[in-house]
């Protein structure tokens, strides 16, 4: 069953792959919602431990969640996920779940904390995704090692502990000798602080009863008390000093309470150290535990197996399921199955993690004689993370599991949870440079690619990071531009190494070894290498200009809300005062889209503590780089970077809107700007006749005769020019402001002022540097797009000069609105140049849409060139579909059909399941998109370019 | 610098030379042949074009058309060209057109005029991106008609690497031919004998092939549009087939009539001169194709 067969027929290198992909298909297209499990499976984790620390009982949910999956008898008939089909090398079966449905998960916070998130609206369901795992750690050394490494230092947490308790006991008996009180009051208080540290030392070693006999471990445990004494006298002498020369009573001498806070909130985080290890000691060991179940059910299985072939396979599966993850990989196929479980792990508790890059971890592994077999098997593995998928979308509804914790504080609009229902936020990169900047591509690099194009699977997502060097290497572009080609599907996703390197390294800070292992996770976002933890802010620019506009307030026809939603300060009018030119419009516009990124940079630092308190992730940070060296979750300062996006949406609308009023309104002089803000307003629907013409002229001259972004036209790209260089200078500005409020200890002097403004923001708590130390930082990045989000965000805007309808959807991405532009992709590409698109490490991707009837000749040769302009022209990400506007046609009416209940449609909706398009953040298959959104792709091209 | 003249830029084409290119279809052809697909490229300056199926019949053009060149009456739109002057006033004021875009427009007047460095800076961004895998080509009209002007442009494109193709009928004077030569990678020429041809067209064309093939033989391609009625007849093949081996030139691209073009005719209130005229077969197409490669000759057809 293993014979290669012939390329066209089947789909997959080998007939295995082939029928497991159909199998998969099938099962896709039946209703699964029998399939998810439901709270009343789980024990209630929250209920039964509340004495817990959160994290702890996280990985009891983990646990529990793991169980559960091998479980015989939790579901009617055959438990879902405890199951090795028919030709399956690569075995464990993720729990249902994606973005747009969320997950089904063990409670595990106590009622009352469920209670405080209704304030905090952070949950438990909160669905994360947004970093990616660097496997080379659980490869070389297995969870084993990591539990081990977690059980040493528990041992030495421990140890800690018990010295500490030793020392506090010192103080309470020194507290208790009158004589030590005494000869502390005859200190002068002008004394020097070394001679209050000898004294001290005296006092101590006076008052010790066993003088004359002390072992080493007091002389250490002593040691200790006056290490932390020093350091703390050192910086507090002089206020403590001050402060003693009002009377005070010797029994309560700062010093001895001062100690003791020390030492108690040492112990804190001592016992936040043994709940981490703990964790991750729980979690890990569940993920190896529910591999032994596999192994225990294939064993079982090949015992019933009549076709040797097989049978001998289960056999080698039970063997590498009782070896991984515990143990290290030494051989591709281990490695690939440990990879899995780990991937299955996580994404079946709520960490929805990217897999890396995995041309760099699977290399060790790889052996050339092996070729096919990998080839092989790397394809199942891409089927087993693929397996979630849900075709049929009249099941949607019964399958929406997520809650109000869902969008996570991070964007201002509801997700647009439809179209995520097969978004799963799993990415592999590929190619780019390695750490010391050499060319990464090697053999896994092209059996990856290779796999994408067999398979044709749109999940998980695939990137390609290019280099200059790797401009000249025909071999690595040919493969990426063949594999765009054959799979249509927009697979691999193009990141420019000469852009983005730079965008982390030199423009956010990071180191350039980390900056050069970037990986992109999530939807397109570029991060670190299983180095970091992500958060993001989203706003919507064009929001930020209709405030400009309009006082600070939205533009909008609701007559109950008088000027408009008031969404910022209050701002001059442009349309009353005169006075205000154009240069004028931009200074305004600029205060409001500070108060924008200050309220991103604000936030991401303030709400940064809140993820310990419901969102801990053991599991993950047992392989984050930092965490197990710290004894932190990656919640609670562990990761060694933190990376934070600023993306703003609609940033191609704000400077069309923007470029149309500069020429018509201010240079030309032909409209009033008040008339615009109504036809704006009104969705350029006149009241009457004569403002029907007059909003007539604005529509054409606006549409037609304005400048537009990506017709590389000197107008348009200056202001798109300014429109960023604002937006970076905003980011920087607001990215300060956060810092000085909650990043660094208030300066001497500043701190009534510090302490205020942190009130006014409803945070009581200390600097985060005092926190977690002195190298905790948030990198804060900055990018453009709208990810999937682009009908949802412009759901609030007022027309504007592309959109002649108040709530039309905005541009997607870092794409021209679909329809303006007359030129060519060429155009759009050398538009970039200008733009120092560089400085943005937080991701401005493009989404091209190319025709398929344009590259029946040549096709991989035209791609292969789009993608040379667009590093040429230092783009900074990229997507390129192919697709075919009448089939989407045909489709989006069988889809009218199957929703409306025709069997027969849903039949012939079948053959056309591989058809994707891009949504903005990832591929999803048309067949599953809303009606709305289907029915945008055929209406309007398919490209941003026609 | 001097200026051209020109109706469209195709910026994706992968019919119209070697690769993907991009097209510039230049204005004015002094042939006129009936089953042209772009009529509105014959003048030098095109007459007013409308679209009736783009017209919302608001009025506004007959309201402010000097001339009275609009009417409206029973639902109808009329267009009077004799007497337009051209002014634009109707295009201006017409909501459904845009003065910068006349093929999404119901008025509009197709003329365009660059001085060549500015033109060459338009097409630039997206012959950069083609530079490797096709290039320029210019088509029309009769590019020869402005062959000055057009050497210029060719002569920047060759200096920056840009492989250039011309398509002309190659039945102007040899000079328009000689001016262009130093700066064009390749030459689609269309070759279509009928009975109505006039002779010295003939010999004009048969003087200039030998001239471009005494060039480079390999750099020529052939272009036959077959149209019942007119260019699909074995006398012509044969005829076709003849110039190709005494000139050594090796291939050619068969064209299917496009009733497409109707649109157009209609734009210029002209008559559609093959009104009626059917669709060739596939099975004609191949066997026309087989006449020529059973001669030897590398042979395409254009769709
Ligand atoms: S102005 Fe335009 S839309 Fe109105 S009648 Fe004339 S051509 Fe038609
Ligand atoms: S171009 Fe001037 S003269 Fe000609 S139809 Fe239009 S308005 Fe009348």
Redesign the pocket.
């Known amino acids: 069953m293993n014979e290669l067969i012939k390329e066209e027929t089947i789909i997959g290198s080998t007939y295995r792959v082939n029928e497991l992909i159909k199998s998969m298909e099938k099962r896709a297209w039946a209703d699964r919602s029998s399939e998810w499990f439901t709270k009343d499976m789980f024990k209630k984790i929250g209920v039964e431990h509340p004495d817990k620390s959160v994290i702890v009982r996280r990985a009891l949910a983990i646990e529990e969640i793991l169980k559960a999956m091998t479980n015989k008898n939790l579901f009617k008939g055959k438990n879902p996920h405890y199951q090795i089909r028919n030709g399956e090398l690569i075995v464990g079966v993720i729990a249902l779940g994606s973005l747009g449905l969320g997950k089904s998960f063990p409670d595990y916070l106590t009622p009352s904390e469920l209670d405080v998130t209704s304030v905090s609206t952070k949950s438990e369901m909160g669905l994360f995704g947004h970093d990616s795992v660097n496997y080379d750690v659980m490869l070389a050394r297995g969870l084993e090692g990591i539990i081990a490494d977690c059980k040493k230092e528990l041992k030495s947490t421990e140890h800690k502990i018990n010295h500490y308790n030793i020392l506090s006991d010192y103080c309470d008996r020194i507290e208790n000798e009158g004589a030590f009180n005494k000869k502390i009051t005859n200190l002068k208080s002008n004394g020097k602080t070394t001679d209050i540290i000898e004294s001290l030392k005296g006092v101590f070693e006076d008052h010790d009863e066993s003088k004359g006999n002390r072992t080493k471990a007091y002389d250490s445990n002593l040691k200790g008390l006056f290490e932390i004494l020093e350091t703390h006298i050192h910086t507090n002498f002089s206020n403590i000093s001050k402060k003693r020369s009002s009377k005070q009573e010797p029994s309560s001498f700062p010093y001895l309470k001062q100690i003791r806070e020390i030492l108690k909130s040492k112990k804190n985080i001592l016992h936040n150290r043994q709940d981490f290890y703990q964790s991750v000691k729980i979690s890990c060991q569940a993920v190896i535990d529910y591999a032994g179940r596999f192994s225990e059910l294939a064993k079982a299985m090949s015992l019933d197996e009549k076709d040797p072939i097989r049978k001998a396979e289960l056999n080698e599966i039970s063997r590498i399921c009782s070896k991984v993850p515990a143990k290290p990989a030494s051989t591709f196929y281990e490695a690939l199955q440990s990879i899995y479980f780990f991937h299955l792990a996580l994404h079946s508790s709520m960490s929805q993690l990217s897999l890396g890059r995995l041309d760099q971890v699977l290399q060790p592994y790889y052996k050339k004689e092996d070729h096919e077999k990998q080839q092989e098997l790397f394809e199942c593995f891409l089927i087993k993370c693929a397996e979630r998928l849900i075709l049929d979308s009249t099941t949607f509804v019964k399958q929406d599991h997520l809650d109000f914790g869902s969008n996570l504080l991070t964007i201002p609009v509801p997700l647009d949870q439809w179209s995520e229902s097969n978004e799963f936020l799993q990415n592999i990169i590929i190619g780019g440079q390695t750490r010391d900047g050499k060319n990464a591509v090697n053999d896994c690099t092209y059996l990856i690619l290779k796999a994408f194009q067999k398979t044709k699977l749109y999940t998980p997502t695939l990137n390609a990071r290019i280099y200059k060097e790797q401009l000249e290497d025909g071999k690595y572009l040919n493969a990426v531009a063949e594999c765009l080609f054959e799979t249509k599907n927009g697979m691999p996703v193009i990141g420019n190494d000469e852009v983005l390197i730079p965008a982390l390294h030199k423009f956010s800070g990071i180191p350039l070894d980390e900056a050069r292992d970037y990986v992109i996770d999530g939807c397109w976002e570029p991060l670190l290498n299983g180095s970091c933890d992500w958060t993001f802010r989203m706003f919507n620019m064009l929001t930020a200009l209709e405030c400009a506009l309009n006082g600070g307030a939205t533009l909008s026809s609701n007559e109950i809300l008088l000027r408009g939603q008031k969404m910022t300060y209050e701002t001059a009018l442009p349309a009353v005062d005169k006075s205000i030119d154009f240069e004028g419009l931009k200074g305004i516009l600029k205060k409001h889209i500070k108060f924008f990124t200050d309220n991103s940079a604000l936030s991401i630092h303030m709400l940064y503590l809140i993820d310990q308190a419901v969102n801990p992730d053991p599991l993950y940070s047992a392989l984050l780089k930092g965490c197990m060296k710290t004894g932190r979750d990656k919640t609670w300062g562990g990761a060694d970077y933190k990376l934070a996006g600023i993306i703003p949406a609609a940033v191609p609308d704000t400077v069309n809107t923007l470029s149309a009023i500069k020429k018509w309104v201010y240079d030309k002089k032909e409209f009033e700007l008040a008339d615009v803000l109504d036809a704006f307003r009104m969705s350029y629907k006149g009241a009457n006749k004569v403002q029907q013409e007059l909003f007539d002229k604005i529509k054409l001259k606006f549409q037609t005769d304005s400048p537009k972004f990506g017709n590389n036209d000197k107008e348009s790209v200056e202001m798109m020019q300014w429109v960023l260089n604002t937006f970076w200078d905003c980011v920087k500005e607001s990215h300060a402001l956060a810092e000085e409020v909650f990043l660094y200890p208030p300066k001497k002097g500043d701190e009534a002022r510090i302490k205020s403004l942190r009130a006014l923001a409803g945070y009581a708590g200390k600097s985060l540097k005092e926190e977690f130390g002195e190298n905790f930082k948030i990198n804060i990045t900055a990018g453009m797009g709208t990810f999937e989000l682009f009908d949802i965000f412009g759901g609030g805007n007022a027309a504007s000069a592309d959109r002649i309808k108040a709530g039309e959807p905005i541009a997607r991405n870092f794409a021209p609105m679909v329809g303006t532009t007359s030129f060519s992709i060429g155009h759009l590409l050398a538009s970039f140049k200008k733009l120092g698109l560089n400085r943005f490490a937080g991701g401005a991707i493009t989404d091209l849409c190319l025709e398929e009837r344009d590259l029946e000749k040549n096709g991989p040769n035209i791609i292969k060139s789009v993608i040379q302009n667009f590093m040429y022209n230092d783009g900074n990400m990229m997507t390129i579909t192919i697709s075919d506007k009448k089939l989407l046609g045909l489709i989006y009416s069988l889809c009218e059909k199957n929703r409306g209940g025709d069997e027969a449609a849903k039949k012939e909706l079948k053959k056309y399941e591989h058809v994707s398009v891009r949504v903005g953040g990832f591929q999803m298959p048309f067949v599953t998109l809303p009606p709305a959104m289907q029915k945008s792709y055929i209406d309007r091209p398919m490209s941003p370019i026609n | 610098m001097s200026k051209l003249k020109y109706f469209d830029i195709s910026w994706f084409s992968s019919v119209d030379g070697p690769g993907t290119r991009v097209v510039l279809y230049l204005l004015g052809c002094h042939l006129r042949c009936p089953w042209c697909h772009s009529p509105h490229s014959w003048e030098i300056s095109s007459p007013?074009l409308f679209f009736e199926n783009r017209c919302q019949k608001c009025g506004s053009?007959v309201d402010?058309?000097?001339?009275?060149?609009?009417k409206i009456s029973n639902g109808a739109h009329l267009?009077d060209?004799s007497?337009?002057?051209?002014?634009?006033?109707?295009?201006e004021i017409c909501p459904s057109s845009d003065i910068n875009k006349w093929n999404t427009s119901a008025?509009g007047?197709v003329c365009k005029e660059l001085e060549v460095g500015e033109l060459y800076q338009i097409l630039k961004p997206q012959l950069d991106l083609l530079k490797d895998i096709g290039g320029l080509t210019i088509s029309g009209g009769d590019p020869l008609l402005q062959s000055e002007a057009l050497a210029e442009l060719l002569k920047i494109c060759s200096m920056n690497g840009i492989h250039t193709t011309v398509e002309t009928s190659a039945t102007l004077n040899k000079k328009h031919i000689e001016d262009l030569l130093p700066f064009v990678d390749h030459w689609l020429i269309g070759l279509r004998p009928t009975k109505t041809d006039k002779v010295e067209d003939w010999k004009q064309l048969l003087t200039n092939i030998e001239l471009l093939a005494a060039h480079n033989p390999n750099q020529i391609t052939i272009r036959t549009p077959i149209i019942p009625g007119y260019t699909n007849t074995q006398i012509a093949y044969d005829m076709i087939i003849e110039v190709m081996h005494t000139n050594g030139i090796k291939s050619i691209e068969i064209l299917p009539y496009n009733p497409y073009s109707e649109n157009y005719y209609k734009a210029m209130g002209l008559k559609f001169p093959l009104e009626g005229t059917q669709l060739l077969s596939e099975e004609e197409l191949i066997q026309i194709k087989s006449v020529f490669t059973s001669a030897g000759i590398h042979t395409e057809i254009v769709a």
């Open positions: 007013l053009c402010i058309c000097p001339n009275g060149v609009h267009v060209r007497h337009c002057i051209r002014c634009g006033a109707c295009i008025l007047f």
